[in-house]
């Protein structure tokens, strides 16, 4: 089997908030360095590392930094990390949108991406219009997207609409049209972003179902970036995964996204509301990979920084539509904390006994609060990953009714 791509020790350095190098006299020296004198780009040894949550301590950052690793025709690999890590970068210097900055990729045959909402379609005109001009850019002659248009249309399920122009679509129709034209042009190499996150589940699921035959019918290649483990699980032989610009591992999909779900709780940004009188100062859950039929188990350490009268806990967990499957509350266990004193702290257990979800990722939600207000609210802050146990009868109840919510005061935080 030949090698399809090829990165060879990639990087790509920016500039954080000007595009020249500063000053005339810089823009000078990179010119006489490179163009005369044919040697690097003076200032490529400086540079901080791609990290977004700290604060920069250079005026340059390497968005990615030594990239190096094979894909092999017809395979189908994810690329996976948290926002930031270099992802979307990547897929744009492999479809030429950028250069790099130092390192060569080769890539066989003719590329085809789909990287933003929109990308290639132009908002005045119809979504017919924006086939055949996107189809042009892409590579396409008009007579191949005259035999193919009706078989992109009913892909999109957009014909309703193909003859209004794009700048009245949703951002849903958009991605249905432009992954259509994408799929449809017989690529050698398909690159596809996150975008399709934007299309409902009924498009995830016929656009995964396009780029599986795509890699095993046809024997094309597909990398894919997603935050969705199940798609990744489900369509990707293997996987890469960054962190701040660099490859941190790689191999099988199945091995690397149980990697990446293990760190998940560190690597994971969640959104945080609430008043602070009472705040969740930490938390760990019992598994990462879970499979149908056994606990979840998730603790958590409450500090209370205000005298309350009453203290809920409640714990849901949502499914990849973000979907309520699970609901656990202290009512459920019939226990309450009442009257608690500032400075006090609480270890409090949150038990799910004997999962049964579909396989598949799911987040969870953490709220602390009382009958009027909220003290404290986690939003997707914990993932979890059920697997499939072939040995496990699934039930028509996703959880035993005796999960609970209850004090563990022998519990300690690792």
Same mark, same amino acid.
């Given at each position: ?11 790509k350095?920016?500039? *954080? ?14 010119w006489?360095?490179?163009s ?52 979307s970068?990547?897929l ?8 790099p ?14 990287l ?8 005045? *005109? ?24 009706d ?115 560190? *690597? ?6 609430g008043?602070g ?6 938390f ?6 879970i499979?149908?039929?056994?606990? *979840? ?6 500090h ?41 702290s609480y270890?409090?257990?949150?038990l ?34 059920v ?28």
């Amino acid at each position: 089997m030949s090698t399809a791509i090829e990165f060879n020790n990639v990087s790509k350095l920016y500039r *954080l908030g000007l595009v020249s190098s500063g000053t005339l006299s810089n823009d000078l020296k990179r010119w006489w360095q490179m163009s005369i004198l044919g040697k690097e780009d003076p200032f490529l040894k400086v540079g901080s590392v791609n990290d977004r949550s700290k604060a920069a301590d250079s005026e340059y950052v390497w968005a990615l930094k030594d990239i190096d690793f094979k894909v092999e025709q017809g395979d189908v690999v994810g690329i996976i990390g948290k926002n930031g890590a270099g992802k979307s970068t990547l897929l744009k210097l492999l479809s030429k949108v950028t250069g790099p900055t130092t390192g060569t990729i080769k890539a066989k045959g003719r590329i085809a991406s789909l990287l933003e909402v929109g990308t290639g379609f132009h908002s005045e *005109l119809t979504g017919r219009e924006n086939i055949y001009m996107n189809g042009t850019i892409l590579g396409m002659t008009k007579k191949e997207i005259d035999r193919k248009i009706d078989e992109i249309v009913d892909f999109s399920g957009c014909e309703r609409y193909i003859d209004t122009p794009v700048k009245r679509y949703s951002s849903g129709m958009t991605v249905r049209l432009g992954f259509a034209v994408a799929a449809h042009l017989d690529p050698e190499i398909l690159v596809v972003d996150e975008v399709l996150a934007v299309g409902d589940a009924e498009f995830q699921k016929k656009a995964i179902g396009k780029m599986k035959d795509v890699s095993q019918g046809e024997g094309r290649t597909v990398l894919f970036v997603s935050h969705n483990m199940a798609s990744i699980r489900r369509l990707c032989k293997n996987a890469v995964l960054l962190n701040n610009g660099s490859i941190e591992k790689r191999g099988d999909v199945d091995e690397i996204v149980d990697y990446y779900l293990k760190g998940q709780q560190t *690597l994971y940004d969640f959104e945080r509301k609430g008043n602070g009188y009472i705040r969740v100062e930490g938390f760990e859950t019992s598994a990462d990979g879970i499979e149908l039929g056994q606990d *979840l188990e998730v603790k958590m350490l409450l500090h209370v920084y205000r005298n309350c009268d009453r203290v809920d806990i409640s714990f849901d967990v949502k499914d990849e539509g973000y979907s309520q499957v699970v609901h656990v509350s202290n009512y459920d266990s019939q226990f309450h904390l009442l009257n608690v004193k500032a400075g006090e702290s609480y270890f409090v257990r949150c038990l799910i006994k004997n999962i049964n979800l579909s396989p598949g990722t799911y987040t969870s939600n953490i709220w602390i609060g009382s009958s009027y207000e909220m003290y404290d609210w986690l939003r997707e802050c914990v993932r979890f990953y059920v697997k499939q146990n072939e040995t496990f009868i699934q039930r028509e109840t996703p959880y035993d009714s005796s999960s609970k919510v209850v004090l563990a005061s022998n519990w300690e935080l690792v």
